[in-house]
T-cell receptor, first 112, second 116 residues
Framework: KAGVTQTPRYLIKTRGQQVTLSCSPI?????VSWYQQTPGQGLQFLFE???????NKGNFPGRFSGRQFSNSRSEMNVSTLELGDSALYLC???????????FGPGTRLTVT | DQQVKQNSPSLSVQEGRISILNCDYT??????FLWYKKYPAEGPTFLIS?????DKNEDGRFTVFLNKSAKHLSLHIVPSQPGDSAVYFC???????????????FGKGTKLSVIP
């Protein structure tokens, strides 16, 4: 099976802009989670989607949002970008009722 | 408030010897624990996991031990190989009842260097 894919791999944006990141889960996986990785905070949970519904949300401001489509593909959006949003954004998918999550390669976002 | 802690940012081990990576947690609601390995410019790769009802799980060269009373788990790699050099993340999960959602809480990682 193909793994989790994320596009784009690298992105440079300016403060105040918005950005959309895309994730395609492993075939058959209906749960998609998003994480932010920064050197200071490590990997932090953003939100999780299952069957087009957000099931769980981490402690991030409302500028961070996401959605999931009927084919389980997911997007996350960050509006009004801040310098502190520079990070590696990781998407992970998992089959139903399974704890293990399988990660994509991430999107490296740099905000200048 | 860091619920999962990896107190050693780095560890160096000779090839062929045992690598022991440690992890402590504070949330007693965690019921499943996982280890991930991460190479630069790649996403974390799932390595091994353990349920809170067990105290040991083994998979080839990798063994995870769980001490619930101490809220401590460790990953043993025997024998260590140069290809094991990576950042290792400990993660913990709890079930959000009714939602069926499993959220992973990660430690900040330990960089393992295996010296040939």
């Amino acid at each position: 099976k193909a793994g989790v894919t994320q596009t784009p791999r690298y992105l440079i944006k300016t403060r105040g802009q918005q950005v959309t990141l895309s994730c395609s889960p492993i075939s058959g996986h209906r749960s998609v989670s998003w994480y932010q990785q920064t050197p200071g905070q490590g990997l932090q949970f953003l939100f999780e989607y299952f069957s087009e519904t957000q099931r769980n949300k981490g402690n991030f401001p409302g500028r961070f949002s996401g959605r999931q489509f009927s084919n389980s593909r997911s997007e996350m959006n960050v509006s009004t970008l801040e310098l502190g949003d520079s990070a590696l954004y990781l998407c992970a998918s998992s089959p139903p009722q399974v704890y293990e999550q399988y990660f994509g390669p991430g999107t490296r976002l740099t905000v200048t | 408030d860091q619920q999962v802690k990896q107190n050693s940012p780095s560890l160096s081990v000779q090839e062929g010897r045992i690598s022991i990576l440690n992890c402590d947690y504070t949330n007693s609601m965690f019921d499943y624990f996982l280890w991930y390995k991460k190479y630069p410019a790649e996403g974390p790769t799932f390595l091994i996991s353990i349920s809170s009802i067990k105290d040991k799980n083994e998979d080839g060269r990798f063994t995870v031990f769980l001490n619930k009373s101490a809220k401590h788990l460790s990953l043993h790699i025997v024998p260590s190989q140069p290809g094991d050099s990576a950042v290792y993340f400990c993660a913990a999960s709890q079930t959000y009842s009714g939602a069926g959602s499993y959220q992973l809480t990660f430690g900040k990682g330990t960089k393992l260097s295996v010296i040939p």
